[in-house]
């Protein structure tokens, strides 16, 4: 009996076989792509060194919030200083209803907190991590 899997590392495409076909051990794998040879020890140390299922779930979910130019735009800005919804409303030339919904996404991505002066809600970066992820973004993209 063949099973078809999807190596992640490679995603390469692998066919398993059960004792007795072809003389192939059960779990051995065989490659169906171009390599004649599977890797075993690069597959392996790839396999243990995976995240869980549900971490590269969330740094997924993490990646799609960055991408959005105008939060994008918003996150730089707050690089300068806290502001408030209106002053970020201004400088982007947007709504300060469309500036709260992506401001909204950005504090449920824990990217920017924010903090009450009588009336007035002003944001900030979360930590410093953001600024260190647009730095390697715009080092990797200026390359």
């Known amino acids: 009996m063949i ?8 995603h390469k495409y692998f066919l398993r076989m059960k004792k007795g076909d072809d003389g ?5 794998l065989q490659p169906t792509g171009c390599c004649q ?8 140390k790839a396999k243990a060194r995976m ?17 959005d130019t105008t939060r994008i735009k918003i996150i730089w800005a707050l690089f300068e200083s806290e502001m408030c919804v209106c002053d970020i409303a201004c400088l982007l030339g947007m709504t300060q209803s469309a500036i709260s919904h992506q401001l909204r996404v950005l504090k449920t991505a824990r990217l920017v907190r924010y903090r009450k002066s009588g009336k007035t809600v002003y944001y900030s970066l979360n930590d410093e991590h953001v600024q260190k992820i ?6 990797h ?3």
Do not use: C, R, S, W
Request: negative net charge; hydrophobic residues 40%; glycine residues 6%.
């Open 24 to 28: 192939m051990k059960n779990g051995e």
């Open 51 to 67: 995240p869980q299922e549900d971490n590269l779930y969330d740094l997924a979910e993490l990646f799609k919030v960055f991408g």
């Open 134 to 139: 647009f730095d390697m973004g715009m080092q």
């Open 3 to 10: 099973l078809e899997t999807k190596d992640l590392n490679t």
């Open 141 to 143: 993209i200026l390359e």
């Open 37 to 44: 040879v599977v890797h075993e020890d690069v597959v392996n």
